[in-house]
């Protein structure tokens, strides 16, 4: 046991916790855009925030197909090191992440199978942006899914923020449509007493027919 956790804590490294940290600044963009405003600049988040953009940009990660009305693109940039959309179900009160990174010139303890990359985020958590913080996730589920007709492991817990203490029903899958590309899945529940509903997940993962891989 001391030799596992001891490969999980090298095998995390900087890579993981910089790609974390990024999509915990995600969701800051998504909900708090007054503090994103000084630091990306005006013009840059309106056009982050448009949903036209966001949906633009969310069919550079993923062909999806036209959404129901409840769903809402919300939050839309690329990176270039990484491309991210915030979607909104106002139905089911959950906001679904799609965040693609590339994972080539990583370490050499860097996960290779999407069900890898679950399971380490499982071990160690969610770090937040500037190590501030830390997300941890207490699993009470975790299995696959099928997306875009592949396999998508996924785990379900609780996620809680170390430093302020709030607690929300999250779900994070991954799939890898090449061996240099990660996509995450990530939804999170808007109220804390609502847990995170498979039928509803999946409902909205049925909308995806492919995964796009990172262009060379």
Do not use: H
């Not at 975790?142 to 379900?156: E, F, Q, R, S």
């Not at 994070?172 to 808007?190: H, Q, R």
């Amino acid at each position: 046991m001391k030799r596992r956790n001891s490969r999980n804590n090298k095998g995390i490294a900087t890579w993981l916790k910089w790609m974390l940290g990024i999509m915990a600044v995600g969701f800051v963009l998504c909900l708090a855009t007054c503090g994103a405003v000084g630091f990306f600049g005006y013009q840059q988040i309106q056009n982050a925030m448009n949903p036209e953009n966001a949906q633009k940009v969310a069919g550079t990660i993923v062909t999806i197909k036209p959404l129901p009305t409840n769903f809402k693109y919300s939050f839309g940039m690329d990176m270039m090191v990484m491309t991210m959309v915030a979607i909104q179900d106002t139905k089911g009160k959950v906001t679904y992440m799609l965040i693609r990174i590339p994972t080539t010139g990583q370490t050499a303890n860097e996960p290779k199978s999407a069900d890898e990359f679950v399971d380490q985020m499982a071990a160690q958590g969610v770090p937040t942006a500037g190590n501030t913080g830390r997300t941890t996730i207490e699993v009470k589920e975790k299995g696959k899914t099928k997306a875009a007709g592949v396999d998508m492991p996924y785990i379900i817990g609780i996620s809680e923020n170390k430093s302020s203490g709030k607690k929300l029903p999250a779900f994070l899958g991954c799939v890898m449509p090449d061996k240099n590309t990660a996509i995450m899945v990530c939804a999170a529940s808007e109220d804390e007493d609502k847990p995170i509903n498979m039928v509803e997940v999946n409902d909205f993962l049925s909308n995806i027919q492919e995964f796009k891989a990172v262009t060379p």
